[in-house]
């Protein structure tokens, strides 16, 4: 994972959330994240995909049954946790919960993300020097 690569949280149309993932050297290709021919992995529409753009499907997919949908996040880019670096911070709205971050597992050479659960969190933020600061109704993260 570099500076300047891609994650887009991508909220479910039904049935499933995905985080998609593009590397910076590829930022001016023409990509297709699979919409509305594809949910996630799974394929929806008896259709083909939009022939412009390479087919990407998503590094982390994960089902509306949590009853979350992915709203944004961040790349830990700070000094003061090292084993943390490189790792995604994202922000899951929760139904009737407020925020809820989710954090990341490795995954060959990018880190994608897994679920981290802390109820009660409402918001996450990175700072000037890279480092992040949750907010939580909750008390203590």
């Avoid at 593009?22 to 939009?50: C, H, I, M, S, T």
């Avoid at 659960?117 to 918001?123: A, E, F, H, K, N």
């Amino acid at each position: 994972m570099s500076a300047g690569d891609l994650y887009v949280a991508d909220v479910g149309a039904g049935l499933w959330e995905e985080i998609d993932y593009l590397p910076r050297a590829q930022l001016a290709e023409l990509v297709n994240y699979g919409w509305d021919v594809y949910e996630g992995n799974v394929f929806k529409e008896e259709k083909a995909p939009a022939a412009q753009g390479r087919l990407v499907f998503p590094v982390h997919v994960y089902g509306h049954d949590s009853g979350c949908s992915v709203t944004g996040g961040f790349v830990y880019r700070g000094t003061a946790v090292p084993v943390r670096a490189g790792e995604v911070l994202l922000r899951r709205l929760l139904q009737q919960r407020g925020l809820e971050p989710a954090g990341p597992e490795r995954d060959g050479d990018r880190r994608a993300p897994r679920a981290l659960q802390r109820p009660g969190s409402v918001d996450v933020r990175g700072g000037a020097r890279g480092e992040l600061y949750a907010a939580s109704h909750a008390g203590r993260i």
